[in-house]
Each structure stands twice: as structure tokens, then as C-alpha cells.
């Protein structure tokens, strides 16, 4: 009987123990997408220096 006591005792204590021990969930923040903007004018500059690369290529 002793046994079925000490039994009954360490069960609920070791339950307890592990009351209201959740943590709280951790939220990941969303990503933020910055948007291309269109009027880029760096294709069209680096397409001229190309050209006239090629034309002084082709001058000499």
C-alpha cells in the first residue's frame, strides 16, 4: 500500500512540474519585397558605351 502511495505522490508531483510550461509561439517576420522600379536607365548607358567601344574598335 506504501508503494501504490509513494507511486500516486511522485506521478502527480512530476505532472504538476510541467503546468502552464508552454512557451509562446515565435512569429517570423514577413519578408519585404522592395519593387523594381521601372524608368532604370543603366541598360540603355551601358548599351551606348558598348557602342561606341565597338566603333573605336573599329576605327582602328
Known amino acids: 500500500m506504501k508503494k501504490l502511495a509513494l507511486a500516486a505522490a511522485l506521478s502527480i508531483s512530476a505532472t504538476t512540474a510541467f503546468a502552464g510550461g508552454m512557451a509562446e509561439p515565435v512569429m517570423e517576420p514577413e519578408p519585404i519585397v522592395e519593387e523594381q522600379s521601372s ?6 548607358v551601358v548599351g551606348i558605351l558598348a ?10
Open 39 to 44: 524608368s532604370s536607365s543603366a541598360g540603355i
Open 51 to 60: 557602342l561606341i567601344l565597338i566603333a573605336a574598335a573599329a576605327a582602328n
